[in-house]
């Protein structure tokens, strides 16, 4: 039998097996351990799970991980967050559709210092939906709205998405964050016009607020300022060249310690659930990524990642179709399962092909995290939509899905926005 159906045998097992209920994590460690025995060795099997395993997790720039939940985690908890929404408000809530275009703000602006699109969407969703009741938002719209909002927590750095994106291919950390800011502000942009549009179509979705005199709105303004100057030194300083994204990771974390202290909102409480919440998050991840290298090593033993390559550019078509069909199965991938375990099953398998087609390996990076952070508002499993449920039982789980899908709209136009003008992404790291 070829390496190459071994390969496909893999794959099959891989799906069985998380059908199953197993943790993908735990499918992939399996299936590549047992591959690795078949295909090669028991002695390169072992190997690959003492020597490999020891050498990338010993590694330095690992610990960005646990550093960047931490910090996302302590301003969570810590309800940092909020002065940023209060402030957004009163300079958009008047307009039909404000408080809603404040969601989506106060996302971005989450989203800056945290990292995570169920942390973002729950922030989000304890602070806004209650406000967005009260003033009389259309429940759905309201879900819905937070939901979309809070999948730009793993676009807009720092992203874990785009760590172990950096880590599975083998690129800086720093060019990915740099990469994906001008794509995180555009598809903001793009979920403005889309709330306002709504709202000036059916004003019910989204009434006008109170009017709000100019000496409050610039007295709102210092609720900028913790969010502002956490992002400005943690990121500002990685792009500047200050320190190393481990060492960004450890700043922000302590300055987000820090301005917690400074506003009196951290104690033993809160940050004892940081710290918690930060080794459940951080063992999630760092699971994945074992189990997507052991997988990954069996992979690329039986050459089907070089094959598929071989085979794509082999084709009489224009690469940008293979391009778009890639992309269309992370989306049904990511609709399908959880969007960032399907990341890191697919990567050894279509990155090479898509690197092979001419594209640049940063931006294929940056579009391929914008098409898993769709994932998380795509039924069935949209993380995002599954939180903002949670927080909002009264409203039924599909009439979410169905509210939230007017935003894949958004996350389309950017991605033809990309695909035909790569530059705006290539242009700011080269």
């Known amino acids: ?22 943790p993908i994590s735990f499918s992939m460690l399996i299936v590549g351990f047992l591959g ?10 072992f190997n690959v799970l003492t020597a490999d395993l020891w050498n990338q997790f010993s590694s330095y720039t690992m610990s960005v991980i646990p550093l960047y ?32 275009a ?57 992203s874990t998405v785009l760590i172990v994106i950096a880590l599975q291919t083998e690129q800086s950390v720093r060019q990915l964050f740099v990469a994906s800011v001008i794509p995180g502000l555009l598809l903001t942009l793009l979920f403005l016009g889309t709330v306002f549009f709504l709202c000036q179509r059916n004003p019910e979705l989204g009434p006008d607020g109170p ?7 610039l007295s709102s303004l210092p609720g900028f300022v913790p ?52 080794l459940k998050s951080s063992t999630m991840v760092i699971t994945l990524v074992i189990g997507a290298m052991v997988f990954g090593r069996f992979l690329a033993i039986t050459r089907l990642p070089y094959e598929v390559a071989d085979w794509a550019s082999s084709l009489q078509v224009p690469p940008v179709l293979i391009l778009v069909a890639i992309l269309l199965v992370y989306l ?47 039924p069935p499993v949209g993380v995002a939509v599954f939180v903002v449920k949670g927080l909002s039982p009264e409203v039924s789980l599909m009439s979410i899905f169905k509210r939230a899908s007017v935003f894949l709209i958004s996350y389309a136009v950017l991605l033809s926005l990309l695909v035909a003008f790569p530059q705006i992404i290539t242009s700011v790291v080269r």
Do not use: H
């Not at 039998?1 to 197993?22: D, E, K, N, Q």
């Not at 502002?228 to 302590?254: H, K, M, Q, R």
């Open 1 to 22: 039998m070829s390496p190459v159906t071994l390969a496909l045998i893999g794959l099959v097992v891989l799906f069985l097996l998380m059908f199953l209920r197993m």
């Open 36 to 45: 690795l025995l078949v295909v090669a060795s028991p002695k390169a099997a």
């Open 69 to 100: 939940i931490l910090m996302g985690e302590i301003v969570f908890r810590t309800g940092v967050n909020e002065s940023l929404f209060n402030a957004a408000y009163k300079w958009l809530g008047r307009l039909k559709g404000g408080m809603a």
């Open 102 to 158: 404040t969601v989506v703000l106060a996302s971005t602006g989450f989203a800056a210092i945290c990292g995570s699109n169920s942390a973002t969407a729950a922030a989000m969703g304890t602070m806004a939906l209650p406000e967005l009741k009260k003033y009389r938002y259309d429940q759905t719209f309201s879900a819905a709205t937070v939901a979309a909002g809070g999948t730009l927590g793993v676009i807009i750095p720092p």
């Open 211 to 217: 009017r709000v005199s100019l000496k409050e709105k």
């Open 227 to 278: 969010s502002l100057l956490l992002f400005a030194f943690v990121i500002g300083g990685l792009f500047l060249g200050w320190f190393t994204p481990t060492e960004s990771g450890a700043f922000g974390a302590f300055g987000a310690m820090l301005i917690s202290l400074a506003m009196r909102k951290l104690n033993a409480e809160n940050l004892k659930a940081a710290l918690f919440g930060t």
């Open 332 to 378: 049904i991938g990511g609709a399908l399962m959880d969007a960032l375990g399907f990341l890191i099953i697919s990567i050894p398998i279509f990155y090479p092909t898509v690197i092979s087609l001419g594209y640049d390996p940063i931006w294929f990076a940056v579009v391929l995290c914008i098409v898993t952070s769709a994932g998380a508002i795509t």
